[in-house]
């Protein structure tokens, strides 16, 4: 059975993919070529995925009882091109 830290690393894994896609592919795209619909493809599920790795961040650092400043690298780096691979790597692989 899943655990919430798998749950998460899973979203924190398919939220920096479709953040990279998106800004690696549908966005010069969609400048370069003058073509949405990759943005629009993109957009919505990454958008999802978002939302659901700002909210498990806050359930699993509860969880695991991180401190302020943990919490908010782990937030910031929902916003930073492969940020969630090295929360990944530096604050949960190990916990699994």
Do not use: C
Request: no cysteine; glycine share 6%; charged share 10%.
């Amino acid at each position: 059975m899943f655990s919430i830290i798998n749950i998460f690393r899973v979203v924190a894994f398919l939220e920096g993919v479709s953040y990279i896609l998106l800004l690696g592919i549908a966005v010069p795209i969609k400048y370069a070529f003058d073509d949405p619909t990759f943005v629009k493809l993109l957009g919505m599920p990454h958008g999802l995925l978002f939302i659901a790795y700002i909210i498990l961040a806050l359930v699993v650092g509860s969880k695991l009882k991180w401190n302020n400043k943990t919490l908010v690298h782990v937030l910031l780096a929902s916003i930073l091109p492969f940020g969630t691979f090295f929360i990944d790597n530096k604050y949960l692989k190990q916990t699994t």
